[in-house]
């Protein structure tokens, strides 16, 4: 069975900074992806970015990136230039792409931007 | 929000009633999942359909029955409500492109149980 572990419950940065948010996972597969979810206030799951298992290279959405390890089944979240609008949950979610594609989350970690 | 609607988006209820919650998608999308979201937990499937009258269950099934009778519908019931319900609820679709998969979600129900 997958598991995925997200060992910051909390963090807190200066708006404008930079933060890594870090995942861990453990499977056998070799065909998945990996995802990173956001959930603001509101309490919307919004899809972040979002990784192939055969990629090499890291995802990259604006100011979001990734550093994937696949061999030590590491994928961190890094969010450059930080905005208030960044405060959320954020979720480390791991699909196995054959079968029925579920998904497997994370614990969550809380993010707060700070003016 | 690839059109997934979820109802009611708040409910309190009482222990031992039985409660339905209802995902409507109207994309026609083949996989439909719930999932509940506990704090330290993250989100936990609960059961999953991948066709018509096609369901499964999920890490954190007992308690809970699904029915999907059409492709749009897939519902949630707890027959007899329990504390340990008090939840948030979501409902979620995927589908496999020639790109990636992907999954979007509902906007989530609110459930306490008293």
């Known amino acids: 069975a997958q598991t995925v572990t997200q060992s910051q419950p909390e963090m807190s940065v200066q708006e404008a900074e930079t933060v890594t948010l870090s995942c861990t996972y453990d499977t056998s597969e070799n065909n998945y992806y990996l995802f990173w979810y956001k959930q603001p206030p509101s309490r919307q799951m919004i899809l972040v970015i979002r990784q192939e298992a055969y990629k090499q290279q890291n995802a990259t959405e604006n100011r979001f990136s990734v550093n994937f390890q696949k061999a030590a089944k590491s994928f961190s979240l890094k969010i450059s230039d930080s905005q208030l609008g960044d405060t959320a949950m954020y979720f480390c979610a791991f699909m196995w792409v054959q079968g029925a594609q579920k998904l497997v989350f994370g614990q969550g970690t809380r993010l707060t931007i700070n003016p | 929000d690839a059109g997934i609607t979820q109802s009611p988006r708040h409910k309190v209820t009482e222990t031992g009633t039985p409660v339905t919650l209802r995902c409507h998608q109207t994309?026609?999308?083949?996989?439909m999942y719930w999932y509940r979201q506990d704090p330290g937990h993250g989100l936990r499937l609960i059961h999953y359909s991948y066709g018509v009258k096609d369901t499964d269950k999920g890490e954190v099934s007992d308690g809970y029955s699904v029915s999907r009778s059409k492709t749009e519908d897939f519902l949630l019931t707890l027959e007899s409500a329990t504390s340990s319900q008090t939840s948030v609820y979501f409902c979620?679709?995927?589908?496999?492109?020639?790109?990636?998969?992907?999954?979007?979600f509902g906007q989530g129900t609110r459930l306490t149980v008293v």
């Open positions: 979620a679709i995927s589908e496999r492109t020639s790109r990636a998969p992907f999954a979007f």
């Open positions: 994309e026609n999308h083949r996989y």
